[in-house]
Nanobody, 120 residues
Framework: QVQPVESGGGLVQPGGSLRLSCAASGRTFTYYRVGWFRQAPGKAREFVASISWSGASPDYADSVEGRFTISRDVAKNTVYLEMISLKSEDTAVYYC?????????????WGQGTQVTVSS
């Protein structure tokens, strides 16, 4: 089973940017669609973005479309989430996971997550 390991979170001012990384341990992400999710305090975990195993067909939640970019480096077995124009409402713990094909539903294990805080 693939075990994701997220990193790259931190404190950033509104309008700032961050790049999150998700590395796979245990097994590779090969042939899996991989996605990012986030969970803000007191709220349910929500889908953010996903990408196919080949790096094609990105899918984004409406709330991040145009500001976030998902990509992957197959050779490094890593998926990235580039975030720009960050807003306070982007504050959350960000997780990555494999995605059920054709859906926005996570499958497999969750990582420990990485905290993103957008605040002045």
């Amino acid at each position: 089973q693939v075990q994701p390991v997220e990193s790259g979170g931190g404190l950033v001012q509104p309008g700032g940017s961050l790049r999150l990384s998700c590395a796979a341990s245990g097994r590779t992400f090969t042939y899996y669609r991989v996605g990012w999710f986030r969970q803000a305090p007191g709220k349910a975990r929500e889908f953010v973005a996903s990408i196919s195993w080949s790096g094609a067909s990105p899918d984004y939640a409406d709330s991040v479309e145009g500001r976030f970019t998902i990509s992957r480096d197959v050779a490094k077995n890593t998926v990235y989430l580039e975030m720009i124009s960050l807003k306070s409402e982007d504050t959350a713990v960000y997780y990555c996971a494999t995605i059920l094909s054709g859906s926005r539903v996570a499958s497999g294990s969750w990582g420990q997550g990485t905290q993103v805080t957008v605040s002045s």
